[in-house]
């Protein structure tokens, strides 16, 4: 019987300097896609995948993330005052029970996998997931809960994957697996970033982890990889030949790279049109776009 899920580190040491100057003063994870932060959607789907406890492995000038999950009562009050029930509410929700969430220093940049690492004294001897914030994905169900539900039946570490263009594999860890129909596929190998002449698949890994507590001792173990930094697929690539295995798992949703300028654009649209409560101002101003031949 697989042991239950209930921690995941959250990487948000990152300098975020593809959005400065916005990232000048305030943390990626905290600029806002439509209403939330970015953080709050990774939470939020942590939360609906069973996770327990949170662990941010930040850096220096990160302090606006761990105020933003105080507790605020200076405007709590303001809110009951103006009996604003519904904010309150939405207010409420942003908060984190003591004891709840940790957080570890990332002193260096020096990768992914590192900054894993810098959390193994929470992890303990028991599976974590990894939740990357850039990465944000819309689905019915969330990805991690979708992944959560396969671990339970196959085991070992599992990573969330998901097909990308033949110019864009040199971007990402590539997947070889046993067969690529399955939701659940059997990995027989990884490649970190990869040229598109050797990539096994266009099969590729995005930020979503279920990990083996093996993982953790890989990490403690590796040299410098691809960009002079400790890879975190190295890691879990070590598990590929183990008795529990790794798994590609094919999650249904759509996910946006807020990484990026453009892939945050474009999940603003998507977001905003699947509100009620924006979508129809929002359609009608991108048709009066499309109408002026400005899209």
């Known amino acids: 019987m697989q042991r239950t899920v209930t921690k995941a580190i959250f990487p948000v040491a990152g300098l975020g300097t593809r959005f400065l100057p916005a990232t000048k003063s305030i943390p990626k994870e905290i600029m806002t896609l439509v209403d939330r932060p970015l953080i709050q959607y990774a939470i939020d789907e942590a939360r609906d995948a069973g996770i327990e406890e949170f662990i941010f492995v930040t850096s220096r000038g990160k302090s606006a993330l761990s105020d933003y999950f105080d507790d605020n009562p200076i405007l709590e009050a303001e809110l009951k005052r103006k009996k604003k029930d519904k904010l309150l509410d939405v207010l409420h929700k942003t908060n984190m029970e003591n004891g709840q969430i940790a957080y570890v220093r990332q002193a260096h940049a020096l990768g992914l996998g590192h900054a894993v690492a810098c959390a193994r004294r929470l992890i303990h001897d028991e599976p974590f997931a990894v939740i990357l914030p850039d990465d944000v994905i819309a689905s019915e169900k969330s990805c991690l809960a979708q992944m959560v539900d396969a671990h339970a039946e196959t085991g070992g570490s ?28 059997r990995v027989r190998g990884m490649v970190e970033k990869p040229a598109t002449e050797d990539a096994p698949s266009n099969l590729a890994v995005i930020g979503r ?8 001792r890989h990490l403690g173990g590796l040299d410098a990889g691809a960009g002079g930094e400790i890879q975190l697929t190295d890691a879990i690539a070590r598990e590929i030949d183990g008795d529990d295995g790794v798994y590609g798992f094919r999650f249904e949703g759509q996910r946006f790279d807020c990484g990026s300028k453009d892939g945050f654009l474009q999940a603003t649209v998507a977001f905003g049109l699947a509100r009620d409560d924006l979508k129809d101002d929002l359609r009608g101003y991108l048709r009066e776009l499309s109408a002026a031949g400005q899209i």
Do not use: T
């Open 158 to 185: 599992m990573v969330a994957a998901m097909e990308v263009a033949e110019d864009r594999i040199s971007s990402y860890g590539i997947l070889d697996v046993d067969d690529s129909s399955k939701q659940a596929m």
């Open 209 to 216: 982890y279920i990990l083996s507590p093996n993982v953790m």
